[in-house]
């Protein structure tokens, strides 16, 4: 089977958000899910969001295995499911993620000439009341929370014998993070209705909105809390890895606006018979190893009759030989899977960051660069290898060591040839490869252009009809659906045709609790500052003074027809 899959190398994240931001306004910009994101960054060390979500013994996500040695849900099968289907407990409450707000701009901008300077004062977008921020998505942002918060690291409780946590000597990096699509998920598992499914074409991971009965099963069932409920639909929503843009070899929205370029999208192929016996692993430790051989050789002559056989068309196969995923992954050997001890198998995988070492040897006044400065200091630096290890290879550090040589030896090499001296070919061979494939590595990871970071086929004609079936039943805004397009529990929509707009309070309060939706024509009511050009006021941000002319006057609406068509 193919399966669409992504890698990201943390050593070129900047923790901008962009790719955040981008999402949001791209699948979550709507009533119901303010607090929802499909995309976050999150600051390591630092609890993530929602806060602890790694504390599987708590939330019990995932899989684990039973006394007979079996794949089990660690939530508890379908007679747990249905004892707790009404009262789930081990639910995030909104307190785990954060209460989202806004801002009263209305009372900012259009307070009377007095003593003191008017506050946007900030307001729930639950509750509609005054609040006190107090949490949010990106609390542990550049390790600012730390001081308070940072000892609460699941990771952390894990090495505290041999981390003394000093908020001005600890080290820092970025994780983005998004749904895992994974191999096994366990989110499809746990979901009572079925509504969650796997595509067979791809293995995107979708929720089909028809089906969604808003149990909630799978926010406990998924361990990286990726599933999320919108409270005014009543459905579960999650990250759709953008299949409307994979479909037409466009990436993802995440990957199209990282300032870094540190995401790579691709095709594996990988043996869908082999994925029950490589979750099942006895091992948490052996599980990356055994995910890895799961994925298949594209190039393999057997490998790619077996594919043309099972229906995989000729071009993804050739897709699937030019994937960069598969090459970070199988031919170069430095990415890893997010907690593969969840038994998932995920397929949004990371390369971990060298900089922490780096600047290490740099401090002490040795050259940085130097591969047996680099290697020394990899052996020596025993608490950052841990801690990356309890991120991917559920704490064997050795594979983490392995991958952070192999980065660093890429530096050392390619320096002498930068410096135009002649290339060490020890270096190489001291990681197990040769000088030619350490460059080839060299120049995927910091040279690669557009189409070699991105390798997306496009979906076949001949499968036109079984997609668009497939994206009716998990898309949010069709004619008269249950999510984006249709009416919601409380009267309002969460979205429609409506350009993205900045809403200040009362505007929101307006949509949400009217008898109708707001209709998108009535630009007066709405601010778009991504269509303001930066000159002048933008349309519509303040109140129109008396005896001026509104910002949008109505259109001559006396040839338009009062009635709707048949």
């Known amino acids: 089977m193919a399966q669409m899959a992504m890698v990201m190398n943390l050593d070129k994240c900047i923790g901008c958000h962009t790719c955040s931001v981008t999402c949001k306004q791209a699948w979550t910009n709507r009533s119901g899910v303010e607090y929802v994101w499909f995309n976050n960054v999150e600051t390591r060390p630092g609890q993530g969001y929602p806060r602890r979500y790694e504390d599987q013994e708590k939330w019990r996500g995932g899989w684990t295995l039973n006394r007979r040695g079996r794949l089990a849900l660690k939530g508890g099968g379908r007679a747990r499911k249905l004892l707790t289907i009404f ?15 806004t801002y009263d701009y209305e009372t900012l ?19 509609g009341r005054d609040m006190k921020i107090t949490w949010s998505a990106n609390w542990d942002d550049d390790l600012g929370g730390s001081p308070d918060h940072g000892d609460e690291d699941v990771l952390l409780a894990e090495l505290s014998e041999k981390i003394k946590f000093e908020f001005d000597q600890t080290f820092m990096f970025y994780l983005p993070r998004i749904c895992e699509h994974c191999l096994n998920p366990s989110c499809a598992a746990s979901c009572p209705s079925g509504a969650i499914y796997k595509r067979t074409e791809d293995g995107i991971v979708l929720v089909d909105q028809d089906r969604c009965r808003g149990w909630r099963m799978c926010v406990s069932g998924c361990p990286y809390k990726k599933v999320y409920f919108n409270h005014r639909t009543g459905k579960a929503e999650k990250c759709t890895f953008c299949f409307p843009r994979v479909e037409v070899g466009i990436p993802t929205v995440c990957s199209e606006t990282c300032v870094g370029r540190l995401r790579y999208i691709g095709l594996v192929l990988y043996d869908a018979d082999r994925v029950l016996e490589a979750a099942s692993t006895p091992e948490d430790k052996d599980l990356y190893r055994a995910q890895r051989e799961v994925f298949l050789d594209p190039r393999d002559p057997a490998v790619v009759a077996a594919a043309e056989r099972d229906g995989v068309p000729r071009d993804w196969i050739e897709a699937a030989q030019r994937s960069p995923v598969y090459a970070l992954i199988s031919t170069y050997e430095v990415a890893l899977p997010l907690h593969p001890e969840y038994r998932t198998l995920p397929m949004v995988w990371y390369i971990p960051p060298l900089s922490p070492v780096v600047d290490v040897v740099r401090d002490t006044g040795h050259e940085a660069e130097n591969a047996g400065n680099l290697f020394a200091a990899i052996e020596a630096l025993r ?20 991958v952070l040589r192999r980065l660093a030896a890429m530096r050392s090499y390619m320096r002498d040839i930068n410096l135009g001296r002649e290339p060490d070919e020890s270096i190489p061979a001291r990681v197990g490869m040769t000088g030619e494939r350490l460059y080839d590595m060299y120049r995927l990871l910091a040279l690669a252009k557009y189409d070699e970071r991105y390798v997306i086929p496009t979906a076949h004609a001949e499968q036109a009809h079984k997609l668009e079936e497939l994206a009716t039943e998990c898309s949010l805004d069709y004619e008269g659906g249950p999510g984006m397009g249709g009416s919601g529990p409380f009267g309002e929509s969460s979205g429609g045709a409506a350009p993205v707009a900045v ?28 269509n303001w050009d930066g000159k002048g006021t933008p349309q519509g941000l303040f109140p129109s003074r008396p005896g001026e002319p509104p910002a949008n006057p109505p259109a001559d609406s006396g040839d338009a027809e009062t009635e709707p068509k048949p």
């Open 109 to 127: 901008t259009s307070a009377p000439l007095q003593e003191h300077t008017p506050v946007a004062r900030p307001k729930s977008l639950i509750s």
């Open 503 to 530: 809403e200040n309070f009362h505007m929101l309060r307006q949509r949400q609790t009217a008898d109708s939706p707001v209709d998108p024509a009535e630009k007066d009511k709405r601010v778009n500052l991504l």
């Open 383 to 402: 608490i950052p290898v841990d801690y990356l290890a309890q991120l991917f290879t559920a704490g064997d550090p050795a594979p983490v060591g392995a």
């Open 87 to 101: 009262s789930n407990p081990k639910l995030p409450g909104i307190d785990d993620y954060y209460e989202p707000w």
